[in-house]
C-alpha cells in the first residue's frame, strides 16, 4: 500500500510484479520435487531460504520498477521448489492414514503467517530510520529469518528417518516399516514412470483444479489489503492489521478439514466441498453495496472456503502414483498453482 504510493506505481505496475513472480515461479516445480525425492530436503531448502531471504532483503533497496520486476522474478526462482518439495518430504515420513494432518501443519504456514503478518506489517510500516521508509524496514526484517533457518535447516533437518537422531531404534524401524509396505505397488497407476505424469487424466484433472482455484485465490491475497483499506477508509498500518483476520478464520477451516480428513478417509470430498464453498462465497465480497462488517464477513468466509481444499488436494498424487513419478506429479500440478 506505502511502497506503490512511495515509487509512484500503478496497479499495472504492481500487478505485472505480481505476475512475474508466478512466471518465474514455474521453473523450479518439477526439478524441485524430484531433488527432494532423489536427494533429500536438507540442502536444498537451505540454498533456496538463503536466495529467498537475499531477494527480499533487496526488495528493501529498489527505487524502480524495474528493479522491482528483477526482484519478484528471481524471488519467485528461490521459492519455486519449495512447495513441492516439502510435499514430497512429507511422503517420506507420514503414513498416508495421517498425512492429510502432516500436511495441513505445513500448509497452515501460509494463512498463520499471514494473519500474524498483517498485524506485523503494519508496526514495522510505522518505522521510519536511517531515512528508509516503513515498506523498506518491512523487507529488511522479513528477510532475517529466511536467512537464519537457511542455516539452522542445513544443520537440524534430517532428510529421512533413518537420519533421525531424536528416534529410537523401535520408533525408526517401525515407521520404516510402514512407509516400505505403502510403497509396495497396489495396482497398475503406481508403476507408471515419471515421463507418462503428464499424459495421465487423474495428473491433467488435478492440474485444472489447482489452475482454476487459484485463479481466485491469488486475486484474494493480492489485493486483500487494498480491498479492505477500500472499504473501511483506514490508514495503510490499520488495514493491514485487520487484513489478517480472514486468515485466522482460514486456520480454523484448514485444521478441520484435514482431522476430518483423515478421520473419515473420503478424501474427494474434502476437496469437493470447500472449492464449492469457495465458488459461491467469493462472489458476494465483489457486491459494491456490502458494508464494512458484511464484507470482513464473507471475505474470512471466503479464506475459510479457500484454503480448506488444501491438505486433502496435495495427498492425491501420493496415494495413486509410485514415489518418483509421484514427486513429478506434485511439481507439475503446483505449477498450474502459480
Partial sequence: LTMALDLGFSEWIYGFGAGLFFLGYLLLEIPGALIVQRWGLRRWTSCILLGW???ALSLGFIHTSTGFYVDRFLLAIAEGGLFPGFIVYLTQWIPSRHRAGAIAAFVLASPVALALGGPLAGLLLQIHCLGLAGWRWLSIIEAIPALAFSFLVWFLLPDR???ASWLSNSER???ELQLKEERQPRSKSTQIKIAQVFLQPIVLALCSIIFLANVGIQGFFLWLPTTVQRAAGLSAAKAAFLSGIPFLVAVASVCVCSWSSDRSQKRALHIFVPLLLSGLIFPITALTKLSFGWLLFWLSASSAAI??????????????LSESAGAAAIGLINMFAG
Fill in 53 to 55: 531471504g537475499f531477494c
Fill in 161 to 163: 528417518p533413518t537420519n
Fill in 173 to 175: 524401524a517401525w515407521l
Fill in 307 to 320: 484454503y480448506g481444499f488444501g491438505p486433502s488436494f496435495y495427498l492425491v498424487p501420493s496415494l495413486i
